[in-house]
């Protein structure tokens, strides 16, 4: 799976949340201010270009959804990043977190509970 750019990502997290949409509707969700019909416009066909997402005709106006799920996407982002960040291993990726303080003891007990429950 391709990787997106932080304004294809922005864009795709839009439709994520509201599902299918027409650009005007994307370009609304946006807090002010607000990026051009036009630029919104551009980053979707680039995004049905790398499969992203797909669009339905209505007259000449089109409504965009997206084609890959959020948690499909964010799976395959956190495995490339922890290949290419921490050789690999999530258990790296834990003690970097740990060493700089942005993960507590309450988030390391919640992660082994998720564990436990999920070897069940």
Known sequence: MKELTKAEEQI???LWESGP???RNIVEMFPE???AYTTVATIIKILESKGFV???NYGNIYKFYPLVLK???AG???N???RDYFEDSYSNMI???SKEKKISLKDLEDIRKLLLKDKK
Do not use: A, G, R, T
């Open 80 to 82: 490339s990043f922890v």
């Open 12 to 14: 795709m997290q839009k």
């Open 54 to 56: 797909e669009h339905e």
């Open 76 to 78: 395959n982002f956190l």
């Open 33 to 35: 201010p607000k990026p």
């Open 21 to 23: 949409s027409f650009i």
């Open 71 to 73: 948690d499909e996407y």
């Open 95 to 97: 003690s970097f977190f």
